[in-house]
């Protein structure tokens, strides 16, 4: 066949604990912010739809992990919710929970679908909120105990770790554009977010070092917008750099290569924004950088040289420096309104292989959001030839990647059943299968039998 993928190419798809426990009470969970800012502003969530109301992985996990198997899947990719393992998010672990993930990830193991756990998705444990979140340099140390504690429960059996999904999302969201609790605008604050989180980051790399994991790989998961400028003018060139440095470097560079891009660190000096920094950081930072990394893609960014000045008098923001644009003739997921262009999928592994150690990657998500899925259902299932097309065109060029060297190992969904999803709750449906919200009864879509047959036959012509 044309398209040959390796034989040990992980197939599979990628779901979080808050998109799709639910259980929110039961269990003994603690509150995280979700389910605080749903408490306080309801009005924000679609259809006024909070985190409580999932398809209950919590309770059908068996019945979920059959279907992955016999859909093809060989890993899955989950996250722990912390405020579930430890409520609170510092102190006594919860023992309910300790039997719940085991019996998940001896569940996966028993279908011999590997498990990829992810220990941090946007779901902060509200009282760490509460003093301050990852602006309060404390919740490093809470989050560096809070991974050894599930490295060590854990561990025998995952060996695929990841310390963050998209961690710049509750930067860009908790405290520059107003899309995550706690909605603050404040670049000082922001950035000082974004660094905390590098460090905590870094220290769980560090502690799971020091436990040895037989097996073990620790990496990071995040969104990578390759950032195109509308032209060859250096004005243009210059503002997509700079937005590079903000959404993919500043996460990037210090992950896999263990320092800061010294072009960002002077921006930051420049306007005065460099965030507090302690003695042995450099060195924390250095000393762990990832051996996996996960890669997040749905579009690119496509930037062009600032039109208008800023006020200069007005808070300091990234988009000081750049203006999006939106590219003539560009191809749009008409059910989402984000652009399609699968060759960003090509470029982000063509810049990992040529300036990042060509580090081992996968792609963790990547995935097509449709509103009102019902309508494409005929005879019961949901006819998303859309979507086949969607992941076997982004396929195409992951497969042309990995011929010309690059070493990415996988591919993984967004997502495996139709999950809630943030402020937009159940707005864009992305899973293989379909969930009936009454009945929770789920329903493969067309896109799972394909994905199926790819994943048997490691690829398609
Ligand atoms: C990614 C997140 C996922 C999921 C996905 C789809 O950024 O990691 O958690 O939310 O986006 O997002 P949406 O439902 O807003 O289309």
């Given at each position: ?22 259980a ?16 306080i ?80 998705h ?41 310390t ?28 000082q ?32 917008t390759?950032?195109?400028p509308?032209?060859?003018n ?60 996960g ?54 592994m ?7 150690h ?21 005879d ?38 139709d ?43």
């Amino acid at each position: 066949q044309q398209y040959q993928f390796p034989k040990d190419f992980w197939w599979g798809s990628a779901t979080s604990a808050t998109q799709i426990e639910g259980a929110a009470d039961e269990g003994g969970r603690g509150k995280n912010i979700w389910d605080y800012w749903y408490e306080i502003e309801p009005e924000r969530f679609y259809n006024q739809v909070g985190p409580e109301y999932t398809s209950d992985f919590y309770h059908r996990y068996q019945e979920d992990i059959a279907l992955m198997k016999e859909y093809g899947h060989n890993s899955f990719r989950l996250s722990i919710s912390w405020s579930r393992l430890i409520p609170g998010g510092t102190g006594e672990v919860n023992q309910e929970a300790v039997s719940f993930y085991n019996h998940v990830i001896d569940e996966l193991i028993k279908q011999e679908i590997e498990p990829f756990v992810n220990l941090f998705h946007f779901d902060m444990p509200l009282e760490l909120q509460e003093i301050g979140g990852w602006e309060n340099r404390d919740v490093t140390d809470m989050y560096q105990q809070y991974a050894k504690t599930a490295f060590e429960l854990f561990g025998d059996r995952v060996k695929k770790w990841f310390t963050f999904n998209e961690p710049i999302v509750p930067v860009e969201g908790g405290y520059l554009y107003n899309f995550h609790y706690p909605n603050i605008v404040d670049a000082k604050r922001a950035f000082q977010v974004a660094y905390h989180t590098i460090i905590a980051h870094a220290k769980a790399v560090k502690v799971f070092k020091k436990l040895g994991i037989k097996d073990g790989k620790i990496g990071i998961i995040l969104n990578l917008t390759p950032s195109y400028p509308r032209s060859e003018n250096p004005a243009d060139k210059r503002a997509a750099h700079i937005a590079d440095l903000f959404f993919n470097r500043s996460f990037l560079d210090p992950a896999v290569l263990g320092y800061y891009p010294q072009d960002l660190l002077d921006l930051l000096a420049e306007y005065g924004h460099l965030p507090e920094i302690e003695g042995d950081d450099a060195a924390l930072i250095r000393e762990n950088t990832i051996d996996l990394l996960g890669v997040n893609y749905y579009q690119p960014r496509r930037v062009k040289a600032k039109e208008h000045l800023p006020n200069p008098h007005g808070p300091f923001m990234p988009d000081w420096f750049f203006d999006n644009y939106e590219m003539p003739g560009r191809r749009m997921n008409e059910y989402r309104g984000w652009e399609i262009y699968e060759k960003g999928i090509y470029d982000i592994m063509i810049n990992l292989r040529d300036n990042y150690h060509n580090i081992d990657s996968f792609i963790s998500e990547n995935g097509m959001g449709v509103q009102n899925e019902e309508r494409f259902i005929v005879d019961g299932q949901v006819q998303d030839d859309y979507r086949i097309t969607f992941i076997r065109d982004h396929l195409k060029w992951l497969h042309q990647a990995i011929e010309e060297g690059c070493h990415a190992k996988g591919y993984h969904l967004w997502t495996t059943m139709d999950n809630w999803s943030w402020a937009n709750a159940y707005k864009n449906r992305y899973g293989f299968f379909s969930v009936n919200l009454e009945t929770k009864e789920r329903t493969p879509k067309k896109s799972a039998y394909w994905f199926k047959r790819i994943s048997e036959r490691h690829g398609f012509d």
